[in-house]
């Protein structure tokens, strides 16, 4: 596993790249959205600046969540990145909140959009660029266990699919289907909606220590070690790659203080060769009965 210091520097740097290409696209679609007025560019530009105010919070959540462990903070940081994903979410459902203003402004003053050349070409371009964007962050979210780049480029996930929604919005304009321009704009609201709640609940619940491990798997490798009869009282905390696990073990009653210790050891390093992302054991010893 990368050091800490090496994941966030990587991290960093990401998130760098793809805050300016997603700064990009949504300064070309609010603009030209706004010239044409073309709603369902300016939806899904809105939806495009999100992505670049995802990566600024993404930026002050890596700066503080690999700091090391401190006196305040004897199990670290790393649930900062954690609170920053579930931001991610809370801007995306204020993203859909401003699209529907735009629809019920729209709705009581219509106004012609206008497409150009120029529409199809910037959309194309940032569709493109997304498809990128989402290769880039889910390689880097996976190998740099990362839940924040995994959730951005889930978010720029939805950046695809409103976009090529918007293409489709584009042509029924030139049809002169406007009624569709606001259909679209409703549908880009549903998708963002979606994944917003999805990031949401996913990030929740580790931010309120749901269990990242499986408990069963635990008992199976603790019962291996020679010398524990069972364990019990299972409990762990944390995210996938960085897990605090608390169990207690039954074993032989006659053993010496230091041979209990030992075995303890013993099922240490057993959870940590099947559980890579367990940085911390700690074991209770507990007198079997005895038949």
């Known amino acids: 596993m990368l050091d800490l210091s090496v994941r966030k520097s ?10 300016v290409l997603n700064l990009v696209i949504a300064l070309a679609k609010l603009g030209y959205g706004y010239f044409t007025h073309t709603l369902s560019m300016v939806a899904d530009g809105f ?12 930026f002050v959540a890596v700066a503080y969540a690999f700091d090391p462990p401190d ?54 371009v940032g569709v493109l660029i997304n498809f990128w964007v989402v290769w880039y962050e889910t390689r880097a979210g996976k190998a740099f266990n990362s839940h924040l780049l995994l959730s951005d480029a889930m978010h720029t996930r939805s950046d695809v699919l409103v976009s090529l929604s918007v293409l489709v919005s584009l042509g029924a304009i030139t049809l002169r289907w406007y009624w569709l321009d606001l259909l679209v704009s409703l549908g880009i609201t549903l998708v963002i909606g ?8 996913e990030n929740l619940g580790i931010l309120i220590d749901q269990t990242p491990i499986d408990r069963e798997l635990v008992r199976e490798k603790v019962k291996a070690v020679s010398g524990v009869y069972d364990c019990h009282q299972i409990r762990a905390h944390g995210l996938s790659d960085a897990i605090y696990l608390e169990l207690h073990i039954w074993v032989d009653p006659n053993l010496r203080v230091t041979q209990a210790h030992e075995l303890s050891h013993q099922v240490k390093d057993a959870l940590h060769s099947a559980f890579p992302g367990l940085l911390d054991a700690t074991i209770h010893i507990e007198p079997a009965d005895l038949p």
């Open 10 to 19: 990587q991290i960093v740097r990401v998130l760098a790249i793809t805050f």
């Open 47 to 58: 939806h495009s600046l999100m992505d670049s105010t995802s990566n600024i919070v993404g």
């Open 71 to 124: 006196e305040d903070h004897p199990y670290g940081h790393r649930k900062a990145e954690i609170v920053a994903s579930m931001l991610i979410a809370v801007m995306l459902g204020l993203t859909c909140l401003e699209i529907i203003k735009e629809v019920a402004s729209r709705l009581s003053a219509p106004v012609t959009p206008e497409v150009s050349v120029f529409s199809f070409v910037i959309m194309v």
């Open 194 to 201: 979606k994944m917003a709640v999805q990031l949401f609940r």
